[in-house]
Every structure is written in structure tokens, then in C-alpha cells.
């Protein structure tokens, strides 16, 4: 019941967060009009601000939050390791990768679809990497970190050699998408990221029982009747597709798939059962608060997201174990 | 009944066991003695299930365990490791909790019943007052205690254990093995575990396996086993047998020089 509350306490944050974050910009919309455009109509000024631009920026920033968080905790709890997180796994290098390509060779110029797919490919590459090292020897936790490392330095060697050779105006755009950016993405792709990222965030919070097995260690979880190298495999598939379609839409947003999860684990323990749904619902609370301060802050600049999750969260993390110093469990 | 037929198993093209036959029969407390590295561990892993023999099959009551599906197998025999690396800690309950999984599955939550029968086991070793702690709080032998836990709320025939008291002191020890006693006694529960404290091995065991070069060099009671020609031979040491005064068991006495 205690658990049901704090639930139902973080739906309600995320909900406040949602209209602070759809209320502020630039242009002043009062909350009544914003509710309005929402689910009646109104003028066409109010609807493009509300309803076109903000909206799906903030869909985004809820969904790849959940995303990343849910992902976090699936690598960290399936690698046994308290510092995996979606991109130990070199996925993050790998979109990075292709997503330079993208832009070095003007490639992104010449369709919205270019920038999202070359960053889906890349990160598929390396996820297809990691994959196969790692079907021969039984998705052993140990080995899947190190090839995902292996693969991370070999995609940022890439990614520096293609910068190394492109033009500077190319560099930038390169460099705000690489630091993780909202504003990239396209309309057209958020529908097909968004209810893809759900379905599979929601499967991953059913599988909390599952995950807690494996972390038992291989013998432990195969005794206890689960064909523990098949379900890492998936797993391990179903987080990475979720991190590299994230990916793709909004460049590399590191931290939230570290750290959330551990936050989360300081409020309701590490059954993951249960820490799955709220690290999901933290994480999109998370990244909205970061996203609506990347653009307000300095606005009409938009800081990167990347460099603000880091920042808030990298602090708010070191409070967290400095307060509670005496149960520090990683 | 456990039955052992012929079975071979390598690692990388090393012979680890070789041709090994065996029989457990139903409520037996079977001890897996033998020298460092010469396959104690191995051969319980492959009854589990958890290695595959290169050659030779083994059979729980008549079925072949490499053909029964893992869920099956989980409720019939049940794994206590060594230990278990806690990266994450979890409160004792809910890592008591987790030994249901093969009842409760993937997506189902834990019944009234799985909460009663964790209950009655945290009661019978132990450990209902350290139901709210995490596990990384809590000491050895409390640690071992917990695992214990969650091997028995799976609720098997058979329980294996791989070396599960030896880091702890000699009370702690005593403590498991005679929930173990009590487990083959009372609950007729067949208990299989790999053990390097002869002493140990002759006080609770019914019977003894000793491994040696690849193979099974006795197998029989704990009095036939524990004799000083074959323990000699195998650990490289002079012994003397002698007979707890107390539970008349045979005991290994050393001779260091």
C-alpha cells in the first residue's frame, strides 16, 4: 500500500511537471488556454506553440526518459554490474558513430529521415557487435561489459576520425546532436518511437520477477528453472532496440540510464519488480525537468540535454550519498 | 531415485570426470568428498542439470533430466551455491521471496500461499527476525542461513549443496547441517551436497562419495568410505580414524608430521 502511494505520488509529479513544462517558453500561455488547445481548440497561434511544438517535444522527453531509466535498470540488474547502463554496451557510440557520418558527409541534408536511421543503424551495428561476441560464450555478464566497452572505444575513434576530416560548420551541428538534443527529431518519427518505446517499457516492467532471478547469478537462476543465456538475450535486445531508437530521436542523453535507476533504488529498494515502473516514471520526470530547463534557461539558446542531466543529476546523486553515507550500496 | 549413468564431462577438452555411474536412492544424505579441482562441483552441476555431460545421461525418478523442461526440473531439485554475490541488496524476504520463482513465474505476483510458505521456512531456519533487513547487512553464517531459505521455499525432493558451510565457523556449521539432518529426516528430503570437512561428512552424511582421478574411487556408508587406506591415498596426508565418543561417527584426526 505504502508502495501503491509513493506511486501514485510520482504520476502526480510527473503530472505537474508536465504542465510547468508545457507552460513555460518564451511566448506566455496562460494554463487555461493551454488546456483549451489541449482537448478543445483555439486560436491557430495557441495551437501551433501548445500543440506542435511543445507537445511532442514533451511527449518525447517523458518517453525517452522512461526509455533510458527502464533500460538501466535492465543492464544493470541482467550484467549484474551497478555501472552498466544502456550505453556501457557501446550503443551509444555506435549511433554516435553513424549519426557523424550523417552529418560529416551532409548526408542529413538531404531527408528528416537520414539523421534517425544512420543513428539507429550505427547503434545497431555495435549492438550486432556485442551480439555476436557474445552468443558463443552464453551472454556472460563479464564478457558482454567488456565487448560493449571494446566496441564504445572503437565507434568514438570512428566517430573523432570522421570529425577529424569534415569541415568545422559541419562539427557543430554534430556536436549538439552528440551532447543529446529535443529539437532534432522529426513529427513524423515521434509516433512510431513513442508507442514502440511504451510497449516495450511497459513488457520490461513485467519483467521485474525475471530480472531479479538473473541477478542471482548464472547457476542460481538456471536451478531455479530459467534458461537464463536465452533471456539475457532478450533482454538485452529489447533494451537495446528501446536505447537505440531513443537514440536516434534525440542523440546521446547520457546519465539517466545510470543514475536514475540508482535514485530510484534509494527510494524503494532493488526488488526490481518494483523499481522497474517507478525508475520508468522517475527518469521521464527526470529528463522533462531537464529538457524544459535546456530551453528556458538561456532561451533562445538551447543548452544541450546531455550536459544538463549530467550537471542536475551528477550533483543531485552526490547529495544522495552523502546523505544516506551509511547504506551506500554500490 | 538419482541415477548416474556412465557419464563423461570436459571443459575445454580436459577430462574433468570420467565414465561415472552412480545411484542416490530417495532420502539419502549423499556427501561428495574428494581433493581440490578433481570434480566434486562438476559432478553436482550436471545432476542439477547445470552442466551437460559430453557422454552419458542422468535419470530423476526414470526421466531424463537433460530432456525435462527447466521449470519441471526446478521443482524436483533445488541448487544452494557456495555463495551468492550480492551487487544489489535485497531485503531478506524478498530474496527468500525469489526461490518461489518456478511456482510464480514471470509475470504472476506472489499468492497468499507463496507468502506462507516463505513464512513457515524463514521460521524452521531461522531467520524471521532479520525478515526486514538487506542481505548485505547481515553476517555469514545469517547469510547462509537466508540462502538456505531460498533453496527450501522452492520446496524439492532434492536440495544440492556445493560447499555450502565451509567459510563459516564451526556453531554456524552445525547449525546448517543439522537443519540439513532434520530436512532428510523428518521432511524425507534427499540431500546431496559437496563437502571438504570429513568430519562433517562422517557425522551427518548416510553416504559418502569419493571422487579421484576422474572417477569414483568408493561409494557407499559414511563408515565404509571414511577408512585410512582410501582417504590416505587420495588427500596425500596420514590419518587416524577414530569414533566420536558421543554420536559414535567415524572422525578424521590429522597427522602432521
Redesign the interface.
Given at each position: 500500500m505504502k508502495l501503491l502511494f509513493k506511486f501514485i505520488l510520482l504520476l502526480i509529479v510527473l503530472v505537474i511537471i508536465f504542465i510547468i513544462s508545457m507552460l513555460s517558453g518564451i511566448s506566455d500561455i496562460s494554463i487555461i488556454e493551454m488546456f483549451k488547445s489541449l482537448f478543445f481548440s483555439s486560436d491557430e497561434n495557441t495551437y501551433t506553440i501548445i500543440n506542435q511544438i511543445r507537445l511532442p517535444r514533451v511527449i518525447l522527453a517523458i518517453v525517452a526518459g522512461a526509455g533510458l531509466a527502464c533500460s538501466g535498470c535492465v543492464f544493470?540488474?541482467v550484467l549484474?554490474?551497478?555501472l552498466a547502463d544502456p550505453f556501457t554496451l557501446g550503443i551509444s557510440g555506435g549511433a554516435a558513430f553513424g549519426a557523424s557520418i550523417g552529418f560529416a558527409f551532409g548526408i542529413t541534408k538531404l531527408s528528416w529521415v537520414f539523421l534517425p536511421l544512420l543513428g539507429f543503424c550505427g547503434a545497431l551495428l555495435s549492438v550486432g557487435f556485442v551480439y555476436i561476441i557474445n552468443s558463443k560464450k552464453e551472454f556472460d555478464s563479464n564478457s558482454m561489459i567488456l565487448s560493449g566497452v571494446v566496441a564504445s572505444y572503437i565507434f568514438s575513434s570512428a566517430v573523432m576520425l570522421v570529425f577529424s576530416i569534415s569541415s568545422s560548420d559541419k562539427l557543430y551541428s554534430a556536436f549538439m546532436w552528440l551532447m543529446g538534443n529535443l529539437s532534432f527529431f522529426d513529427d513524423r518519427l515521434l509516433y512510431v518511437v513513442t508507442i514502440f518505446v511504451i510497449i516495450c517499457v511497459i513488457i520490461l516492467c513485467?519483467?521485474g520477477?525475471?530480472i531479479?532471478?538473473i541477478?542471482?547469478?548464472n547457476?542460481?537462476s538456471?536451478?531455479?528453472?530459467?534458461?537464463t543465456s536465452r533471456t539475457v538475450k532478450y533482454l538485452f535486445l529489447l533494451s537495446s532496440l528501446i536505447t537505440a531508437c531513443i537514440v536516434s530521436c534525440c542523440g546521446v542523453i547520457s546519465f539517466v540510464g545510470l543514475m536514475i535507476p540508482h535514485i530510484t533504488?534509494k527510494f524503494v529498494?532493488?526488488?526490481n519488480r518494483i523499481l522497474m515502473p517507478f525508475s520508468a516514471i522517475t527518469g521521464s520526470i527526470f529528463l522533462l525537468i531537464c529538457d524544459t530547463i535546456s530551453r528556458t534557461v538561456i532561451a533562445p539558446i538551447e543548452i544541450p540535454i546531455g550536459v544538463i542531466t549530467s550537471i542536475i543529476g551528477g550533483f543531485f546523486f552526490v547529495f544522495l550519498l552523502l546523505k544516506k553515507a551509511g547504506?551506500i550500496?554500490i | 531415485m538419482i541415477d548416474i549413468k556412465n557419464i563423461s564431462l570436459s571443459y575445454d577438452k580436459i577430462i574433468v570426470l570420467e565414465d561415472i555411474s552412480l545411484k542416490f536412492e530417495e532420502k539419502s544424505f549423499i556427501g561428495i568428498i574428494g581433493k581440490n579441482g578433481v570434480g566434486k562441483s562438476t559432478l553436482l552441476k550436471s545432476i542439477l542439470g547445470l552442466l551437460k555431460p559430453t557422454k552419458g545421461n542422468i535419470f530423476i525418478d526414470d526421466e531424463d533430466i537433460y530432456k525435462t523442461s527447466k521449470n519441471v526440473l526446478a521443482k524436483k531439485i533445488s541448487f544452494m551455491p557456495q555463495t551468492i554475490q550480492f551487487d544489489f541488496s535485497f531485503s531478506v524476504k524478498d530474496f527468500v521471496m525469489f526461490g518461489r520463482y518456478p511456482y510464480i513465474n514471470m509475470f504472476k505476483l506472489p499468492t497468499k500461499q507463496d507468502f506462507q510458505i516463505v513464512d513457515d521456512i524463514m521460521d524452521f531456519t531461522q531467520i524471521k527476525q532479520l525478515k526486514n533487513k538487506n542481505i548485505n547487512e547481515l553476517s555469514g553464517g545469517e547469510k547462509q542461513k537466508v540462502l538456505l531459505a531460498q533453496t527450501l521455499v522452492q520446496q524439492t525432493d532434492i536440495i544440492c549443496l556445493d560447499e555450502a558451510t565451509s567459510h563459516l565457523d564451526i556453531g554456524n556449521q552445525a547449525t546448517i547441517f543439522k537443519l540439513l539432518k532434520m530436512l532428510n529426516e523428518k521432511y524425507n528430503k534427499t540431500i546431496i551436497t559437496t563437502i571438504h570437512d570429513l568430519n562433517l561428512a562422517g557425522e551427518f552424511c548416510s553416504d559418502i562419495v569419493l571422487l579421484d582421478n576422474k572417477k569414483v574411487l568408493n561409494f557407499g556408508s559414511t563408515e565404509k568410505v571414511l577408512n585410512y587406506k582410501d582417504i590416505e591415498k587420495v588427500y596425500n596426508i596420514t590419518i587416524l580414524i577414530h569414533t566420536n565418543p558421543v554420536s559414535k561417527k567415524p572422525v578424521v584426526i590429522p597427522i602432521y608430521n
Open positions: 544493470q540488474g549484474r554490474n551497478p513485467c519483467l520477477n525475471v531479479n532471478i541477478s542471482l547469478g547457476e542460481k538456471n536451478s531455479l528453472g530459467v534458461n533504488r529498494g532493488n526488488n547504506k550500496s | -
